[in-house]
């Protein structure tokens, strides 16, 4: 049992070489934060969720990775199963964008979209580069894993991890979950599984993501970005404005040539004629 | 090449209209000041014009903001952070969302104002506090406000650009030239508008050398900058994106749009009050094209806006 207390940074590993796609932590999720079903998705695969969002904070990725040869036994290659979640970034893109100061870090070093104060912009959707946040159609606001903040508060552990039937969630101090993912990580290595990968464990993705994840395959495989293109949407803001505002500058002279050069007016009529009030 | 994963904010129609007013409004008020500040007495109708077209232009834009969000009635948490504990205003200088929410309040009071002194000096308002802005806005304090005003609306027209480039969406975050092409286009859509008023208003032709002038100059810039976007999102590897069915219609009518501005609406530069000499031409070229390069500019947005979320 995980003491919880504010102060310390808690966080999720995801080791998705154990991970069955049993959804428990699918329905422990929903079960918990209370939200609504929603519309099947029927694809080729056995993923009936889709995708995270407003409704669905944890995601059970079913990725066919099927070969042509002949698979051999235990390589894990077949199927990739991923129990996706919001990543709470140290350096997160929806928290940076957000105008009005709904999304906060917690005692937790968690990232948290506060109901009351969202207003429903969406530029955290914009931004996040994971995709996992949705607007709630009936409350009107973001929403996405909150990493069972209530729950935290109350000393307990989030929920999906304590439905997880193969320790694939673990929950705990991120210090320490980073310890056990590069065990786990090593010995996968000895056995002859490299193609085991830890992603977000370090702070190349994001300054670090406290909830990382083991993964089987190149990240985009499971729909994130590699380390070179985790990039902030703050990026954008030198050279956005300064093209905004070269093209006002020049925008600007053009204006003034047109306004000096242009030819006389055909006639020098007194233009304050026209419904011009006396300056009494 | 970038790959992205990040899911579409569902920006569209309000957004998309809200644009298009907000580079209305900011170029038409850029517009106007430059012709107050730098013109000749003679621009001074179709400098009213342009402030007239700013403030009615601004009008739709808080409704269109206010009616896409989830929570409509929270709007003003744009401005004041209701987060217990640290309540109080919120400005993010490098999130443009908090930022424009704050420039188009304060671009708002100076069209406002500008709006109300050109009524004055139409003589279409009378009353005592009327009289008094429109007498500040004549002093040296009037020709600062107006200035700055003119940076606040250069600012209002091209900042929706920077704010979809501060994501991480396909093409928008792709490209640094969003910004600049919203401005430029904006500009170029004012004075498309303006224009198409001077029909209105016979003493505003004595600017229409200005304005035709301006017009090619702004669209010349528009089209230095789709040059630009296109090179960028090539290198991004996101050109299929942006160019796809059907929003390739939609760039192909951008570049049809541009046409009658860069060739000058076909009108004589030097054209008075009369329409002297070619009073045809104008009315045809006044009437018909203007509209073109409106609807052209409706088009770039929609093209980029949707482009990149479906």
Redesign the interface.
Known sequence: MVEIKPGTAYGFFTDTSVCIGCKACEVACKAWNELDDNPPVFGDGYDNTGDLGAQNFRHVQFIDNVTDKAVGPGDGKAWLMMSDVCKHCQRASCLEVCPTGAIIRTEFDTVYIQPDVCNGCRDCIAACPYDVIGLDEHKGVAQKCTLCYDRLQGGMEPACAKACPTQSIQFGPVIELREKAQKRVDALHSTGVSQARLYGADDSVYGGLNAFFLLMDEPEKYQMPSAQDAVLPSRNNKFGYLTTAITAALALLGGLIAVRRRRPAESPVPVRSEREPRDD | M??????????TWYILFYFFFAGISGGSY??AS??RL??R?????ASRLGYYTAFVTLLPCPPLLVI?????I??W??LV???PG?VGP?F?Y?????VG?WALLVFGAFATVSFIAAL?????L?FGLARLVA?LDRSWLGAVMVFLGM?LG??VA??T??L??????PV??DT??????F??SG?SASVAVLIWLTRFRR?AR?ST??LV??EQ??QI?ELA?IV?FTITIFQAGAVGTAFALPWLLLWVFVLISLVPGISGFGLP??????G?GDAGALSASVAVLPWLVVLGVLALRAAVIFSAQF
């Open positions: 970038t790959e992205h994963f990040a899911g579409p904010p569902d920006w850029a517009v430059l012709l730098f013109g007495p003679s621009d001074e109708p896409d969000l989830g929570e409509p929270r709007f948490h744009m952070n209701t987060t640290d919120i993010k490098w999130s443009p969302m908090s929410a004055v000096r139409d003589d279409r009378r007498r940076l250069l600012f091209g900042y650009g920077v979809l480039s501060v994501s991480n969406q928008w975050s640094w030239a969003l910004g600049g092409l401005l430029a500009l003493l004595y050398d200005f002038r301006g100059w702004f810039l900058l630009a530069h030097a054209v008075g009050p009369s002297r």
